[in-house]
Every structure is written in structure tokens, then in C-alpha cells.
């Protein structure tokens, strides 16, 4: 296995001391956890220090087009695994980038992308409508990310990946559309106080369960029909139904977040630990909103979310 620029020892010490995510050691069936929710509260002098991810990160990506919608055409970013095995195929993470429904880039998720396909996996940066773009609304956004997820592991062998080990993440309004992914969508519908119109368009794509989810200060709490955010009744009844089948689940949070606090992204474990699924947070403190799409935390979040794939198996250990 190669590492990226010569970090194996750094990473084999940040595996083998669990000091990224949590102290446990996953098995592949998460039956034998004693604890299976996780809080690790980083500060400045915490962060690990890396090479910059933003650098040529845009390099070797290819787009291909998974939905044709009235307002144009969407596209998946694909960065393939940069380790090849015959006689196996990668596994796979879509990302959904953030920006309230209303603008934003895969781009963002590029950093990303360019740090974990050299450790064996095929990251996928996937366009959805925005409003400002095209004029759509926030549950368009929603339907298109479960497009997104339903076309990659229905063309799993067209791109080369592992159909079975396809997982998600996302950050802010991306971060709930990963949240949601694994969510029927007539729950995400009804749980709103206002149900919002997906018109005769808004065909309902096949429910994927994700092998996990990535959430990076996400949008747990918001109001699918307006600009406002979710209240707790919403939340509650959004994630009712959360059940063994849910992804395991890391949260990447600062604790200064003003769409999501601490104690939130607690309430949401909490539900997932009731059914047995892994749910990690680790804490940024003093961090804000979209904390890690500064250069400082890029590399840190990117490691992290590495270990995290690694405890899960998703991807392979040193």
C-alpha cells in the first residue's frame, strides 16, 4: 500500500493510538461493541499539520453525466482510485457539497477527493440544483442527491467500483442530503410543517442504505419549504424511523456552529446508538460553520475521515 507523500508513519501512529475518531476498534458486523458513540473534543494544538489538499486538486477528474433534469443536465466529478487491484473492485464515497440549497461547488469536496483515492477508495463530487442556479427548491436538491446515489450503484460497473461498499458525506445543506440519504423520502416530505411541492418532475429514486455517512458540520435542523431552520419536532420526526440498516455515522462539527450545536449532533447519535450504529463526533473547538474548507483543518478533517473508512473496513489498513 502506498501513502500519500511519505505519511506512513504519522498515519500508522494516529491508527494504532485511535487518537483520530474514537478508542474503538470497529468489527465488521459492529456486533460486539460495548460503546458505539464516541465525542473528542480537539483544540489548536491538536490539529494535525499536512500537505495542502487544495494544490492541483482538480487534476485527474472526470464528469459524467447521471441526471437530466427541466432545468440542465447534472454531473458526478469522479476521481478514481489511485490503487488498482484486478481482482477487486474500490469502494466509493459521493460527496455533496454545501451552500445552502442555494449556490455552492463540487469543487469544494475536490481536497478531498484528491487525499483518499490514494488509499484505495473512488471519491465521486456530485452536482445537484441549487436555487440560484437553477431556480429549484430545497427538497430538488434532496431528490437529486438520492438520484446521484441510486445511478452510482446502479452503474457500479461502468465506473469500476464496488456496488456494496458505496458510502456518503457532505457538508452543511450537503452534509443533510447524506443524512438523509439512507431517510424514505415521504418521511423527509411529511416531517416538514409545510410539505413541499416536487411538482410532476420530482420522480422519488429507488432508497439506498450508504456503508457510511460523513457529516461535516452538517444541516441537521432546517425546513425543507422556506429559508428557516428545522424546529426539534421536525428533526425528531425526520430521523423517526432511523433503524439497524442506518449507516455508521462520523460528525465533524466546531462548537461555535451556528446551524448545528454540540448537543444536537448528540441527540442524533443518541438515536443511532439506540439501534446499535456507530456514531462519532469529534469536535473543532472554537470553530465555526464550514470551519473545514479553511486550509489549517483541511488536512486534519481528510485524515480523520480516512481512519474513520479504515475502522470500518471500507478501506484497507496499513
Known sequence: MQVFNGFKVALFLLVTLNICVNCIVFDSQAEEIDEISNIVSLGDGDILVGPNLKLNSFKGVEKINYKVTPQGDL????????????????????????GGFKNGSPGQFYPYAKHLTNYGITVICAEYRIKNKHGTERIHSILDGKSAVSWVTENAEKLGINRNSISVGGGSAGGYMAAVTAIPTDIIINSNLKKPNIGTTGLIPKLIFPQASILLNPGLSLELNTQKYFPKRGRDATFSEIDENYPPTLILLGTEDFWTSQSEAEEFCALLKKQRVPCDIVMYEDQEHSFFNRDRYLYDTAVRIEVFLRKLGIIDTI
Open 75 to 98: 454531473y458526478l466529478h469522479v476521481f478514481k482510485s489511485k490503487l488498482f487491484d484486478q481482482d477487486t473492485s474500490p469502494p466509493a464515497l459521493i460527496f455533496f457539497h454545501g
